[in-house]
């Protein structure tokens, strides 16, 4: 079955950076366009970045562009999100996600916490 | 950008009643809407694309309907494993945005 296994969170002050990793198998993962989607502490979800099946179009929210970077690495089968500059506000659970439109299904989550 | 509005925020219902939820797009997003459920400690699961096509695996009493500006997540009979969080998700225009959430709580 397809499964979707998120790492890489942890806490980080403000200014520094993370990178997210999201192993994903049970499916064809070249095949597929992937997202990553955060959820800050008791709120609701905000998109974050997508990138297509090859890599070759990406897209960000406007409150990460510039900042995050979105990847992939066929030879491993893992996503990854490339986090700089991180913000008190950044602080979520982020979630990789498989899907072009709408995300279907989503990883467990790893927990992002920016503090000083 | 997009603004997904959701109603109510929390919906008390008992078990077995069926359960009303509305989605409302600030511009048409056509039928370009998914549904998801979300459970404490748990990733949210898609529950129905296209505005009214269910999931894999996603049981029959879950319907959605609606287009343009205005959709609905009719729940028939609600079971105890049916209250959570409920999210709707437009994926007409970039960025993707979500609803604010509607909670389905036990009455």
């Known amino acids: 079955q397809v499964q979707l296994v998120e790492s890489g969170g942890g806490v980080v002050q403000p200014g520094r950076s993370l990178r997210l990793s999201c192993a994903a198998s049970g499916f064809t993962f070249s095949r597929n366009d992937m997202h990553w989607v955060r959820q800050a502490p008791g709120k609701g979800l905000e998109w974050v970045a997508i990138?297509?099946?090859?890599?070759?179009?990406?897209n960000y929210a406007d409150s990460v562009k510039g900042r995050f970077t979105i990847s992939r690495d066929h030879s491993k089968n893992t996503l990854f999100l490339q986090m700089n500059s991180l913000r008190v506000e950044d602080t979520a659970v982020y979630y990789c996600?498989?899907?072009?439109?709408?995300?279907?299904?989503w990883g467990q989550g790893t927990l992002v916490t920016v503090s000083s | 950008e997009i603004v997904m509005t959701q109603s109510p925020a929390t919906l008390s219902v008992s078990p077995g009643e069926r359960a009303t939820l509305s989605c409302r797009a600030s511009q048409s997003v056509s039928s370009n809407l998914a549904w998801y459920q979300q459970k404490p400690g748990q990733a949210p699961r898609l529950l129905i694309y296209?505005?009214?096509t269910r999931a894999t695996a996603i049981p029959a009493r879950f319907s959605g309907s609606g287009s343009g500006t205005e959709f609905t997540l009719t729940i028939s009979s609600l079971q105890s494993e049916d209250f959570a969080v409920y999210y709707c998700?437009?994926?007409?225009?970039?960025?993707?945005?979500f609803g604010g959430g509607t909670k389905v709580e036990i009455k």
């Open positions: 296209g505005a009214s």
């Open positions: 998700q437009q994926y007409t225009n970039w960025p993707l945005t």
């Open positions: 990138i297509s099946y090859d890599g070759s179009d990406k």
């Open positions: 996600a498989k899907g072009g439109n709408w995300f279907d299904p």
